[in-house]
C-alpha cells in the first residue's frame, strides 16, 4: 500500500475513534515534557542561586521547580520560592521568558524580579544545600540556569 494512502487510512480511522480513544493515542505517541518555573531573582548585577541535593555536584540552579498538576505557573513558583527559601516574593503576573530543554525534556518559565534590597533566604536544609548572590557574568552558560539567564540577558529584561 503506497505510503500516502495508508496515511489517509489512518487519519480516517483515528477520527472514528470516541474522543477518550483519540486522546490516549495523542497522549501515546506525542513527546513528553515537564514544566517548570524558576526565579531569576536579581540584585544589580548579581542573581541568587541555590545548589540542590538532586542537582550535579556543584552545580548552582535558579530557584524554582517543577509544577504540579493544574497548578498555575505563578503560584507554583511562589510555593517553591516559599518551601525552598522561606521567602514571598512580589512575582510578576506573567512569566518573561520560556526556556525549553530537548535533553532534559523541560520547559521552563522564568520570573524575572529586580529587587533593590537583597532578600535573607533561608534555605530548607532538605533540598536546598547552599545559597548565594552570584555575579551573572559567573554563571556558565553550560548549565541548565545558565541557559535562562544567557535568554534573560539577550532579551535585556
Known amino acids: 500500500m503506497p505510503r500516502r494512502t495508508a496515511h489517509k487510512l489512518a487519519l ?3 477520527s472514528r475513534l470516541p474522543g477518550w ?4 493515542v495523542v497522549r501515546a505517541v506525542s513527546p513528553h515534557y515537564v514544566l517548570g518555573a524558576s526565579c531569576v531573582l536579581r540584585h544589580g548585577d548579581e542573581v541568587l542561586m541555590l545548589r540542590q541535593r538532586h542537582d550535579a555536584p ?13 497548578e498555575l505557573p505563578r503560584d507554583g513558583l511562589a510555593r517553591e520560592i516559599e518551601e525552598e527559601l522561606g ?7 506573567e512569566p518573561t521568558h ?11 518559565l522564568a520570573f ?8 535573607v533566604p533561608e534555605p530548607d536544609g532538605v ?11 559567573e554563571v556558565s ?4 540556569a545558565g541557559q535562562v539567564l544567557a535568554r534573560v540577558r539577550t532579551a535585556g529584561a
Do not use: M, N, Q, Y
Request: charged residues 30%; negative net charge.
Open 87 to 93: 521567602l514571598t516574593l512580589a512575582l510578576p503576573a
Open 58 to 70: 556543584g552545580e548552582w540552579a535558579l530557584p524554582g521547580g517543577l509544577l504540579e498538576r493544574g
Open 12 to 14: 480516517r480511522t483515528f
Open 98 to 108: 520560556v526556556h525549553v530543554s530537548p535533553p532534559l525534556r523541560r520547559v521552563d
Open 21 to 24: 480513544a483519540r486522546r490516549r
Open 112 to 119: 524575572v524580579v529586580d529587587v533593590d534590597d537583597k532578600p
Open 141 to 144: 552558560e553550560d548549565t541548565p
Open 127 to 137: 533540598e536546598v544545600l547552599e545559597v548565594r548572590w552570584v555575579p551573572l557574568t
